[in-house]
């Protein structure tokens, strides 16, 4: 007589409660960690628009201008960024970024900071040199 081969239901039954309960302790780390990519998603886009702004400053010989938290299409020589959401900048007086027609910057801060909204202090500093150049510092806190 041959054994039948498989599992039985309890077999069954046992693995998907085990399932479960590692899915329901590891589903909040996943949230945590997509909030985490929106913001840096987020810092990321502004960087992305501060080298839009600079080339477009470059190739056309231009004078071009940045504005911060305004909603709205880009109509080149004036592009808009606005946060969606996840972050914020830490200073809001600093609502333009403006550089001339050799892409060197022209405005009267050269630190952007973005903080995270939610819970947090985490922020992403970018910081402008006076030649345009952009560097991004992962850590920073917002106070």
């Known amino acids: 007589m041959q054994k039948n081969k498989g599992f039985t239901l309890i077999e069954l039954m046992v693995t998907i409660a085990i399932l479960v309960i590692v899915t329901m302790m590891a589903a909040p780390s996943f949230g945590n960690m997509i909030k985490n990519q929106k913001f840096k998603s987020n810092a990321n886009a502004l960087i992305d628009k501060i080298k839009q702004a600079r080339t477009y400053a470059v190739l056309n010989h231009q004078g071009v201008t940045l504005k911060l938290n305004v909603a709205g299409t880009d109509n080149p020589p ?55 150049q952009i560097h991004k510092v992962e850590k920073g806190a917002c106070t």
């Open 78 to 132: 004036i592009f808009n960024w606005i946060s969606e959401g996840s972050a914020r900048l830490k200073n809001a007086s600093d609502t333009e970024v403006e550089f001339d027609k050799q892409g060197f910057l022209r405005s009267t801060f050269d630190v952007i900071e973005v903080c995270k909204n939610t819970g947090s202090s985490e922020s992403i500093k970018i910081t402008l040199t006076a030649l345009g």
